[in-house]
């Protein structure tokens, strides 16, 4: 239910008659800030302030169709303008006091008795559609003795427990006797003038499905991701993958280049690579358990290696439970290396860090509840019953906190954010690890997976995901893939709450924004992260083996791009949680996409989720794409990138960037996004914040006069809580993007917003250039402004030379040869680990109005781990303030210098109102726009 307000399942009452003018007491009203709320009148609507008010119940009834095999759990209602104040408002507005000083209700219908002492609040009746009996009143509810205005705010009720398995729940909302006159601390309102005591705004139910999985945990431990014999089972796949050797393929785990899935597992499992004949005999050879039983461990802790101990014990003992041979080790063997373990890791219990935010069961609680639910796990009953106890103790005392948050509803959880697989997944670990054992353990799995639906919808239907890239949804992800893990080993089904039809989608946007340069696209809260620290797109794209639908097909050009930019071992140093989709034969895959499939130019559009790019491949352009030998990251060098935000800045840490722009040329990023700093701080800029948030920290169009109360360090250029379009055209045969700021950039918002049209235009040309043009209009009750665009770069204090590079080395010189063009001279390779850098750039500039770039001081922010960060800028700036322009900027490339082509942007006298002409070389390309009105649109692009 929502505010359209279903006509069969809604109805409302009473009827009154007021000198013979009937109404009803509950009206739809389309309020400008409240859209269709039911308000609730407390007198005849249309009348003055001199008729009564009556305390004769008023009501709403809802309707709610329970889903099969569903229960109701939780109302949740929206209300704004309540004024409940009960029958003996107490304090209350001078208006409403006998001449004693008492709180009376005054204005209230003569003839009505108000004797009853109601108190303040909304009472809600239950019932069963079609039965009148066993219904329930409670109440009073939220809000209660409380002035509210526009501003709507939600609140919640658990459902009576004998009405939450019915087939149709309906729920009445009424108020009775409450005066709506009173005081909410020094804020009082008369009873005389408020006509309405409340305003609903929607009221929906949440429901969930009974709890009922084809199976339960093991009764026996080890029982986490199953029970021995189909834990070891479904293991064998690795055993079965074929052997690769060097020189021709790498032998274990690199940077860009096709992990050795065979030899990492044996690495992590049986100690070293089985193909090349390394298997360790003895196990004090084993490179995880020699360590433990020289006790050097104790001195040296390592949590992944502990894990690969945990995992070596529980394989050695399920092989041998199961009667097979080749155990590797005896059971005498792991009788010696566990006694030494529990020793070792027993003795530094205490030395774990439990919480990280103070919030006793938050993201820092996940790797403790994880490792010590293994470890009690696995070891069960090699464990005294002290250890038991300082085990189950702690741990505990973190459950409660965590019923705690679920009961009371704490953001931490009900934010549905990335948050809520962490500490769902913690809170499974600890369930499926005591199930049998512990009274709480089934309803703290059932609470963890209930409000994984909460994060539903965080993976958008073109494949976005609403928080970003790096790292929100590799948090997400990897835990909801780990809970889904555990559930289908232990109650034998998948977790429905996530949308797994959309990840192979998820998977192809997450690789396309990971940038030809090697690092992630970094908008919003997000960090240019190098490569893939996980198999997140590859499982992804499994996504039906995951959830155990069928098998998967991956498109060989789709591992490719994801091996380019793999990150050595990470994401396999833990082999209880990799899945075994991931035992495939990579490397004949990928093979099957050569790099001349990755020519061309490739528009890419994701409008749920405001994301684009260009990417262009242009195989044979650089000397770098030749390098390395089983690597393929340096293949990239030979693409060219350019990436747009239409984020809307209504979702989840997200920043008012509409319009910002990453571009990547021959292996570096020439223009760069500020990354993962402050988090929701809005308009502010310096010196008050980082500018990050702000478009005047993003590669995008700025209103430098659009300040609030003229303070230099706010800047509302783009209004909050205001999405724009983005959108794939196509203009004379040419596939681009199309970005429409009109109601971002405040064409509505007469209270902070400046322009009433801004349409930015991105699309390619041959030689992997780009052209950005940009058009706006100034408000009409706006003065003329000096509108500019912002470029940011990579900039360090101390630069290295060309021959000092390493990985992490970014930064790129800006030049200004004139007023009209830019030059970006990158130093370092991103793709090659010590190289220099083969790339250049250049933006040429021109506009209807004068106007030229100017080059600004470097500055240096604060990023969200408190590491100081430098960005170069600068910015095309009018000659003066204007009502409005358009403007072309060309994005040129090559990977040198001197190899950057001459080029040109002239304006063209034609038959449309503007055109520009942009000549690189001897290629010349005509932009004609219509320009009614100062209003810009994208006519032809023709190839002279």
């Not at 008492?102 to 108000?114: F, H, L, M, T, V």
């Not at 990023?669 to 008050?688: E, V």
Request: net charge negative; glycine share 8%.
């Amino acid at each position: 239910m929502s505010v359209s307000w279903d006509a069969d399942r809604v109805e409302a009452g009473p009827i009154k008659d007021y000198a013979g003018d009937p109404h009803c007491r509950v009206t739809l009203t389309d309020h400008p800030t409240n859209g269709n709320a039911l308000f609730f009148a407390n007198r005849w609507p249309g009348g003055s302030i001199h008729i009564p008010i009556s305390g004769d119940p008023t009501w709403a009834q809802f309707r709610f169709p329970l889903p099969p095999a569903h229960r109701a759990v939780r109302l949740n209602y929206r209300i704004a303008w309540a004024r409940l104040f009960g029958s003996q408002p107490d304090p209350c507005h001078a208006d409403d006091t006998d001449e004693l000083g008492n709180c009376i209700p005054k204005y209230k219908e003569a003839a009505e008795d108000w004797s009853e002492n109601v108190p303040p609040g909304l009472f809600l009746l239950w019932g069963k559609a079609g039965n009148c009996q066993g219904y329930l009143v409670t109440g009073p509810h939220d809000p209660a003795a409380y002035i509210s205005y526009s501003g709507a705010e939600t609140y919640s009720v658990e459902v009576p427990e004998s009405l939450q398995t019915v087939d149709e729940l309906v729920v009445a909302a009424f108020i009775y006797r409450q005066y709506p006159g009173g005081c909410d601390g020094a804020n009082c309102l008369s009873g005389r003038f408020v006509y309405n005591s409340m305003a609903i705004q929607d009221i929906t139910l949440d429901t969930e499905e009974i709890f009922n999985p084809p199976s339960l945990p093991a009764l026996d431990h080890p029982r986490l991701f199953g029970a021995n014999e189909q834990w070891l089972a479904g293991q064998e796949v690795f055993n079965n993958l074929p052997c690769y050797y060097a020189p021709v393929y790498d032998e274990g785990a690199g940077w860009g280049s096709v992990t050795n899935i065979r030899n990492m597992w044996d690495i992590y499992t049986r100690g070293g690579k089985v193909c090349n004949g390394e298997d360790p005999v003895l196990i004090e050879d084993h490179p995880d358990a020699a360590p433990y039983l020289d006790l050097t461990a104790a001195g040296n802790w390592n949590e992944d290696r502990a894990i690969r101990v945990l995992h070596l014990v529980r394989r050695v003992r399920a092989c041998h439970e199961q009667g097979g041979g080749g155990c590797q080790f005896s059971l005498a063997d792991i009788d010696v290396l566990v006694a030494q373990f529990i020793a070792v890791e027993i003795a530094r219990f205490g030395d774990w860090t439990w919480e990280n935010q103070g919030l006793v069961f938050d993201l820092g609680t996940l790797p403790p509840m994880r490792y010590w639910s293994m470890f009690a796990d696995t070891l069960w009953d090699d464990l005294s019953q002290a250890d038991h106890d300082t085990i189950a103790i702690e741990m505990g005392s973190r459950i409660d906190i965590f019923l705690q948050h679920a009961e009371n509803h704490h953001w931490a959880l009900y934010n549905g954010n990335n948050w809520t697989p962490v500490l769902s997944l913690a809170a499974m670990y600890w369930a499926i690890t005591y199930y049998h054992e512990d009274p709480r353990a089934p309803q703290v799995a059932l609470t963890a997976l209930g409000v994984l639906w909460l994060h539903r919808d965080f993976y958008l239907p073109d494949g976005a995901y609403k928080e970003g890239l790096m790292m929100y949804t590799h948090v997400s992800f990897d835990n909801l893939r780990q809970i889904n893990m555990l559930s289908r080993a232990t109650f034998g089904e998948s977790i429905d709450s996530v949308r797994w039809d959309r990840m192979p989608a998820v998977s192809q946007w997450a690789l396309e924004f990971l940038a030809p340069d090697g690092l992630t696209v970094d908008y919003g809260d997000s960090w240019a992260k190098r490569g893939w620290a996980t198999f997140m797109p590859l499982y992804m794209a499994m996504a039906s083996e995951l959830t155990g639908q069928g098998p998967a097909t991956v498109d060989p050009c789709t591992a490719r791009a994801y091996f380019n930019n793999r990150w050595f071992d990470w994401g396999l140093r833990n082999p209880f949680t990799i899945d075994a989709s991931l035992a495939r034969d990579w490397v004949a895959l990928v093979e099957q996409c050569s790099a001349a499939a990755l020519a061309g130019t490739y528009v890419t559009v994701f409008e749920d989720g405001g994301w684009g790019n260009i990417r262009v491949g242009l195989p044979g352009s650089t000397v770098t794409a030749t390098l390395g030998d089983v690597e393929q990251r340096y293949e990239q060098a030979d693409q060219t990138f350019l990436s747009v935000s239409a984020i809307p800045n209504t979702f989840p840490h997200t920043e008012l960037d509409f319009g910002s722009l990453v571009w990547v040329a021959y292996g570096t990023r020439l223009l760069a996004d500020l990354g993962y700093g402050s988090i929701d701080i809005g308009y502010g800029i310096p010196p008050d914040y980082a500018p990050d948030n702000n478009p005047t920290g993003h590669n995008t169009l700025v209103v430098p006069e659009a300040l609030w109360d003229g303070d230099p360090s706010t800047n509302t250029s783009q209004v909050e809580d205001t999405p724009g379009v983005i959108e794939s055209l196509n203009v004379s045969g040419i596939e681009l993007l199309h970005l429409d700021g009109d109601a971002v950039y405040g064409r509505d918002d007469l209270d902070d917003g400046w322009l009433d049209t801004f349409d930015r235009w991105l699309l390619p040309l041959d030689g992997g250039h780009f052209v950005v043009a940009d058009g706006f209009r100034v408000r009409a009750d706006r003065p003329d402004s000096s509108v500019q665009e912002y470029w940011h770069t990579y900039d360090m204090l101390t630069p290295p030379a060309a021959v000092d590079c390493h990985y992490n080395s970014q930064h790129v010189e800006i030049t200004l040869p004139d007023p009209g063009r830019l030059h970006l001279l990158p130093v370092c390779s991103s793709l090659d680990r010590y190289g220099a850098a083969e790339s250049a750039g250049e933006i040429v500039g021109a506009s209807l109005a004068a106007g030229g770039f100017v080059v600004d001081a470097p500055f240096e922010f604060l990023n969200r781990l408190g590491v100081t960060e430098r960005r170069g800028r600068a910015r095309w700036v009018p000659d003066q303030a204007l009502r409005s322009d358009l403007r072309v900027f060309l994005l040129l490339a090559a990977p040198s210098e001197g190899a950057l082509p001459a080029a040109t942007i002239t304006q063209d006298p034609c038959a449309a109102d503007s055109c520009f002409q942009v000549s690189i070389g001897a290629d010349t390309w005509e932009l004609s726009f219509s320009g009614q009105d100062g209003v810009y649109d994208l006519l032809s692009v023709v190839q002279q």
